[in-house]
C-alpha cells in the first residue's frame, strides 16, 4: 500500500490537482516538503498548532500535507470568520503561526526552502473546531502516535478507508470548504489514494455537473442541501455523468424522496456514512441497501457498535428511539475543555447529540438533533421529518422548521420556507402546503404557522443551525 509521499516520489508526473492553479504529485510534494521546512525552522515541532485561513486550492492542500508529515496539529479555520472569532481559536489552541493571505503567505512560508523531505517525520493531525450548541467552539484533539505518514497509512485503511471502497486513481470533486471535516478528511483520502483533486472556490449547482463532465469525476462528497439545489438543475439530464462511481453523502439527514430521486438518476453511486468530527465514520451504506431500508444510514463498521439510550439513562430495545452513542471511536478530547468531553461521553462511547433508533438487524436510523428535538402536547416532533415532506413540494427551495414557545402546546411546529425562484409566498401557497402534509404527516406533525423568506442562512456545508434560526425568530 502507498501513500500520498510515496505516490509522488514514485510517479510524480501524476497530476495531483486540476484547473487555474494545477499541480502534479511531484510538484505539490515539492512544495509540500518546502512547506515543511518553513514552518519547522520557525520553530513549529511535534505537538503544536498550526493555524491555517485558506481558501479551497493549491495553499489549503499544501498546508494539509505539510502539517500531517512534522507531527503539527493542522487547525484549518473558516475564511468567513471574524478577526475576534480567529483570534478566540489562535489563543485557544495556542498556535505560534497563523497562514493566511493577511499573515505569514503560504509563498512567504516556502520561500527559500528546500524541497526535499523534513528531519524527523511523524504523521500529525487535524484538530477541527466545532460549534457545538451551546458556548464557544473546541477543538476536537486526538493523540498523536510516534509513526511516519506512511506507517500511519495502513492503520487508517483498516480502521475506515478500506469501507469507501475507492480504486487507485481517479478524481475527486471537492464540493464543499477543507475547513470542514468531511471535506478534509475526504481529500486526504483521495490523494492517499492517488487520485486527481478538483478544487472550485465554492459550490454551484450548474457548474458543479459542468466539472464533473469536463474532468470525468470519478467520487465527490455532498450534503443533502447540495442534493436538492442539483435535482432543481433545468437541464441536469443533458450532462454526462457516467464517470461517477460513488457520490457520498453525510452530515445532515437526507430527505428520502431526494436520495431516492439521485439514485433513481444517476444510479446507484450513492453513497452515505455517519459520523461526526469527534467519532469520524461510523457507518456505510449503499444505494442498495439503502433502498431496501430507505432512511437508513446504514450499520457499524467493523469494530465499532451503536447504543441507544432513553431518557431515564438506560439502552433501549430495537426499534425505540432513543439518543445515539457510539462505541469502538478513537480516543479524542475538546481541548481545555475536560468537562465537555466528559459531558458527551458514557464510558468509552460517544453521542454526537442525535436521536435514533436501530432496527433488528442493526440498521442506524436517525430522526433528529436531540436539540433541536420539539415536544408539542407532550408528543416528540422531529423538525427533519417535517422539512423532508415540505421539501417534496415543487414550490419549496429550502425550509427549516423550528419549535416556537406556545402557553396551550409547550412549543408549536413552525415552518420558515424560502419559496423557489419566481414563487411568491402567501396564504394560497399556504394553503398548498398544509394541503401537501395531509398524507405525509399526522396532523400533530403539521407547521401552525408558515413564513415565507428569501434565504436560509446555511453554511457552506449546506448545515443549517436551526438554534442561530430559532433565536433570530425570536428575536424579531
Known amino acids: 500500500m502507498r501513500g500520498f509521499y510515496e505516490i509522488a516520489t514514485e510517479d510524480p508526473e501524476r497530476p495531483a490537482l486540476l484547473g487555474e492553479e494545477g499541480a502534479s504529485y511531484g ?3 515539492a512544495r509540500v516538503n518546502q512547506a515543511s521546512n518553513g514552518l519547522t525552522s520557525r520553530g513549529v515541532r511535534p505537538g503544536a498548532s498550526v493555524v491555517t485561513v485558506l481558501k479551497n486550492g493549491l495553499d489549503a492542500l499544501t498546508m494539509m ?11 484549518p479555520v473558516n475564511w468567513h470568520f471574524t478577526p475576534e472569532e480567529l483570534d478566540y481559536i489562535v489563543t485557544d489552541c495556542g498556535a505560534g503561526i497563523v497562514v493566511s493571505p493577511e499573515a505569514l503567505t503560504v509563498a512567504d512560508l516556502v520561500a527559500g526552502q528546500p524541497s526535499g523531505a523534513p528531519a524527523h517525520r511523524r504523521a500529525g493531525s487535524m484538530m477541527l473546531y466545532t460549534s457545538g450548541t451551546t458556548g464557544r467552539p473546541k477543538g476536537v484533539r486526538r493523540r498523536l502516535l510516534d509513526l511516519t505518514p ?6 487508517l485503511m483498516r480502521k475506515s478507508w478500506r469501507h469507501f471502497g475507492l480504486p487507485f486513481g481517479g478524481v475527486h470533486l471537492v464540493c464543499s470548504q477543507l475547513y470542514h471535516s468531511a471535506p478534509y478528511g475526504q481529500a486526504m483520502m483521495a490523494l492517499q489514494f492517488g487520485h486527481t483533486i478538483v478544487a472550485p472556490e465554492r459550490f454551484d449547482a450548474a457548474g458543479t455537473l459542468r466539472l464533473v463532465e469536463r474532468y470525468r469525476v470519478t467520487n465527490a462528497f455532498m450534503v443533502p442541501t447540495m442534493f436538492h439545489r442539483l435535482l432543481a438543475v433545468p437541464e441536469r439530464e443533458s450532462y454526462d455523468l457516467s464517470s461517477l462511481t460513488h457520490l457520498y453523502h453525510g452530515a445532515a439527514p437526507c430527505p428520502p424522496a431526494t436520495k431516492q430521486a439521485m439514485i433513481d438518476w444517476l444510479g446507484p453511486v450513492v453513497w452515505e456514512y455517519y459520523g ?4 469520524a465514520v461510523a ?5 442498495q441497501e439503502w433502498l431496501a431500508r430507505p432512511g437508513t444510514v446504514g450499520r457499524a463498521l467493523d469494530g465499532m457498535a451503536f447504543t441507544i439510550v432513553g431518557e431515564d439513562g438506560a439502552e433501549v430495545p430495537a ?3 432513543g439518543l445515539v452513542y457510539i462505541g469502538g471511536i478513537n480516543r479524542f478530547e475538546y481541548h481545555g475543555d475536560p468537562d465537555k468531553t466528559a459531558a458527551t461521553m458514557r464510558g468509552r462511547d460517544y453521542t454526537p447529540g442525535d436521536i435514533g433508533y436501530v432496527d433488528a438487524d442493526g440498521y442506524l436510523f436517525l430522526l433528529d438533533r436531540r436539540t433541536d428535538l420539539i415536544i408539542s402536547g407532550g408528543v416528540n416532533i422531529y423538525p427533519a421529518e417535517v422539512e423532508a415532506a415540505l421539501l417534496e413540494h415543487p414550490s419549496v427551495a429550502d425550509v427549516a422548521v423550528i419549535g416556537v414557545p406556545d402557553p396551550e402546546w409547550g412549543h408549536k ?9 419566481g414563487v411568491t409566498g402567501g396564504a394560497d401557497l ?4 398544509l394541503r401537501h402534509c395531509a398524507p405525509r404527516l399526522a396532523k400533530l406533525k403539521h407547521p401552525r404557522a408558515i413564513e415565507y423568506q428569501e434565504s436560509l442562512p446555511r453554511t457552506p456545508t449546506g448545515k443549517l443551525s436551526r438554534r442561530n434560526v430559532r433565536e433570530a425568530y425570536l428575536s424579531r
Open 65 to 75: 500535507l505539510a502539517t500531517y508529515q512534522i507531527g503539527a496539529y493542522h487547525v
Open 283 to 287: 457507518t456505510m451504506v449503499s444505494s
Open 413 to 421: 411546529v413552525v415552518a420558515l420556507v424560502q419559496p423557489v425562484a
Open 27 to 29: 510538484g505539490l510534494l
Open 430 to 433: 399556504t394553503a398548498d402546503l
Open 276 to 279: 461526526s468530527t469527534e467519532a
Open 150 to 155: 506512511e506507517e500511519m497509512y495502513p492503520i
Open 319 to 321: 426499534g425505540e428511539p
